[in-house]
Each structure stands twice: as C-alpha cells, then as structure tokens.
C-alpha cells in the first residue's frame, strides 16, 4: 500500500476532513502534529539510531519537509529514506516503539501490530479481587493515558499509529532476509500468543487487552505490517539471483538506513 492509498484508508482524504477543530477530525490533526514533534525530540537524542515514523508522524513529516526547518532543529539534515528494505524497517521500527514507550511511557502504536520487546507502560496497580473458593483473580485497569496529545485509543483512532512501511523494497532470494523474515514470523505469533494468554489469564495491562481487542475487530483497510502476506508491486522486490556483483552491492547500500 502506497502512502496515498493509507491516508485513504484513514479517511484523512475525505473533503473536509480537517476543516473542524472543535471535532475528532481536528483533534487528529493536532494529535498528528504533536506526535511529530515528539518523533523530532527521539531522533535528537538518538542520533545514531535509524527511526521509523507512523503514518500520522509521517504526514506531518513530508509537510514539514515542504518548510525545510528541520536543519534548524536539529541542527543536521534528516534523510526521509523511501526505499529500505523490509526486515531492516522492520526491525528499525521495533526499535523506535521501545525508544518512544522508554522516554514518553505510552505504546508508539496501537493498530495491532505486534513489536518485538515492547517496553510496557505503567498504568497503575492491578486489583485482586477473590472470586469463589477464595481463589484471587486479577482486573485489568483502565488504561492510564496521561499523553492524549500524543495518543487516542478512541474506536478508529488506533489505526493512525500504523508503521509507515509504503515504499519498503522486499529482497528475495536473500539468505540473510530469509533468516530475518523467519524470525519476525516467529516473534510475531509469540507476541500475539502471548498478548491473548494475558488476557485470557487477567494478567494483561490495559494497553495489551486493548491491542487485542483491536486484533479481534475485522478491518479490510488494515493489514499486518512488514507480513507476507501483503501485496507488493512487483518494482518493490529485489531478487539477489538475478542481480550482478555490482548491481548487488550497490543495492544493499542503498538499504542500509542512513544515520541522523
């Protein structure tokens, strides 16, 4: 899915969209300029890391490529790198959600897509209530959310926090993206495992029960990020077999993440 395509399955191109704010349109609007900002504020104090935004900071982000400032906050040129390959902006994006939760403690996204090692949130002390025969249960709080500037978990709010992977370039017949695409495969059907293990046991915080009740609603325009299963345009793949020593090395530079 190109970026246009998800701004259309967030409804972000519908006229009027952002023409209220006083409404939740207006509202995701600001939210989205706040997130980027709060994205800016990780990047300054990670420099060498390589940082991947959700389709909202994104947004704000080839807006704000338009005013050419970013130089002027960060003192360095940020390069907006379209075209990385999967299981490296995966990983990348693994990273900047436990880099986000550690310095804002709130999740970096909530569409449901699961990320490796997340650093859970507090959201204060879970209740033990005893049930029949003395045996103490446990009640999942509500959740805490002490940053609504920078996230709403209200109904279809969630999705805006989705990777933003549009350009991502699929490298097959690689062995080595062979073994990071298992891996992920792996991570993800443990995490969510372990997501619904929680909750069926009680001891599951608010932001985990949330994640999977937004896995456990049908959405046509969501789909798992960094999957298999996704359609890619056939210019998105690199097929490494085909490709000359040359061709090869030129590529993979390419897909290695430039530093901040």
Same mark, same amino acid.
């Given at each position: 899915m190109n970026f246009v395509d998800s701004m259309v399955s967030l409804g972000?191109?519908? %006229?009027? =969209?952002?023409?209220?704010?006083?409404?939740?349109?207006?509202?995701?609007?600001? =939210?989205?300029?706040a997130q980027y900002h709060a994205f800016l504020d990780v990047m300054a104090v990670n420099r060498d890391s390589f940082l991947v935004p959700t389709l909202s900071i994104d947004l704000a982000w080839h807006t704000h490529q338009l005013l050419e400032q970013t130089l002027s906050l960060l003192g360095t040129i940020v390069d907006h790198d379209d075209a990385v390959e999967q299981e490296v902006l995966a990983e990348a994006f693994d990273q900047t959600?436990?880099?986000?939760?550690?310095?804002?403690?709130?999740?970096?996204?909530?569409?449901?897509c699961p990320v490796a090692s997340p650093?859970?949130?507090?959201?204060?002390?879970?209740?033990k209530l005893f049930g029949r025969k003395g045996k103490v249960k446990e009640v999942i709080p509500e959740?805490?959310?002490h940053r609504p500037d920078?996230?709403? %978990?209200?109904?279809?709010?969630?999705?805006?926090? %989705?990777p933003s992977e549009h350009s991502k370039v699929k490298v097959i017949n690689s062995s080595s993206a062979?073994?990071?695409a298992s891996a992920r495969e792996k991570m993800t059907h443990k995490r969510l495992q372990e997501d619904q293990e929680a909750v069926s046991s009680g001891t599951a915080d608010g932001w985990?029960?949330?994640?999977v009740q937004v896995r456990s609603v049908p959405n046509d325009n969501h789909q798992p990020a960094f999957s298999e299963s996704e359609v890619t345009s056939p210019c998105g %793949?690199?097929?490494?077999?085909?490709? =000359?020593?040359?061709?090869?090395?030129?590529?993979?530079?390419?897909?290695?993440?430039?530093r901040v």
């Open positions: 972000w191109t519908d %006229h009027g =969209r952002f023409e209220s704010e006083s409404d939740e349109s207006g509202l995701a609007l600001k =939210r989205a300029i959600a436990r880099l986000w939760s550690t310095r804002f403690s709130i999740p970096y996204t909530i569409c449901g650093s859970k949130p507090t959201v204060g002390p879970v209740a959740i805490q959310n920078l996230l709403s %978990h209200n109904g279809g709010d969630v999705y805006e926090t %989705h062979l073994k990071m985990q029960a949330l994640l %793949h690199l097929d490494l077999k085909d490709l =000359r020593i040359g061709q090869c090395a030129m590529l993979l530079t390419k897909a290695v993440p430039n």
